[in-house]
């Protein structure tokens, strides 16, 4: 049957957003669109990439994906502190003290504390790398029991 996630309030719900273009910046706009839906429902996030250039690009992003939309962010420092006033945090490899509202993943691989957000979002584009990595995370969920939903979103 299917898992509602309200039988398991304390399971981690996790949603891969599957676009349908292989552009690579369609996931870094894609997040930034996640980020802002989570941010007005008054959510706070982590956006976890994949690298330091990846972060810098996101932020870049975050300021510049819509005119006029403001999504106030910055970067976790090496040791995870953030300000815990800024509602969205960027960062690549290290955890983040205190969030536990949604995590974003950028990243090829599952982040290690994963499981102590309420909601992770999974970002697949067409790409046949991205596919693979994407099919491995889904995976990896799976396998551990997850309620994993999936969304094809036309990003065009």
Not at 46 to 55: G, L, R, S
Not at 89 to 108: K, M, Q, T, W
Not at 120 to 142: P, T
Request: charged share 25%.
């Amino acid at each position: 049957g299917h898992l509602v996630p309200e039988q398991f309030p304390g399971m981690t719900r996790i949603d891969f957003y599957i676009l349908n273009d292989d552009s690579p910046t369609g996931r870094q706009r894609f997040a930034c669109r996640l980020a802002e839906k989570a941010f007005t429902q008054g959510y706070r996030i982590y956006i976890h990439t994949e690298d330091a250039a990846q972060a810098e690009a996101m932020d870049q992003l975050l300021w510049t994906f819509r005119a006029g939309s403001f999504l106030p962010h910055e970067h976790v420092t090496a040791d995870g502190v953030n300000d815990d006033t800024v509602p969205i945090h960027l960062g690549h490899g290290e955890e983040p003290h205190s969030h536990d509202d949604v995590l974003i993943n950028l990243a090829p691989q599952v982040p290690l504390f994963f499981s102590r957000f309420q909601r992770v979002a999974e970002v697949i584009n067409q790409g046949e790398e991205q596919r693979q990595l994407g099919r491995e995370r889904f995976r990896f969920y799976r396998e551990r029991g997850y309620p994993l939903d999936t969304h094809n979103i036309d990003s065009r």
